[in-house]
């Protein structure tokens, strides 16, 4: 079992920046891919970003045009999203996932779910 634990959310002003961090417990991220997601209200939930086991490779959703970047810190067991030039329609609640396999954009395929913390973006 993984337990993965978000923080980072907040209030910011469109332009601003945020860096949300995923913290794992109970197994080591190093074998698991790991995403971001989001889900706006009355929205499907998106893929935002991952990055692969092992190899560190990362993809990102199209809106994201080279604004996040994501990145995983083996030694502390935690995934980032650094997020730039926020604008308002970013504000959802982000989720971060895990799965022990390839990469793969598809919220249903990943195995492990943390509670979210949501990022609002004012104009």
């Known amino acids: 079992q993984v337990q993965l634990v978000e923080s980072g959310g907040g209030l910011v002003q469109a332009g601003g920046s945020l860096r949300l961090s995923c913290a794992a417990s109970?197994?080591?991220?190093?074998?698991?891919?790991m995403g971001w997601f989001r889900q706006a209200p009355g929205k499907e939930r998106e893929f935002v970003a991952a990055?692969?086991?092992?190899?560190?490779?990362?993809n990102y959703g199209e809106f994201v045009k080279g604004r996040f970047t994501i990145s995983r810190d083996n030694v502390l067991n935690t995934v980032y999203l650094q997020m730039d030039s926020l604008k308002p329609e970013d504000t959802a609640v982000y989720y971060c996932?895990?799965?022990?396999?390839?990469?793969?954009?598809?919220?249903?395929?990943?195995?492990?779910w943390g509670q979210g913390t949501q990022v609002t973006v004012s104009s």
């Open positions: 996932a895990g799965r022990p396999g390839t990469y793969t954009a598809n919220d249903y395929q990943y195995d492990y």
């Open positions: 990055v692969t086991r092992y190899t560190g490779y990362s």
């Open positions: 109970g197994r080591t991220l190093s074998s698991y891919t």
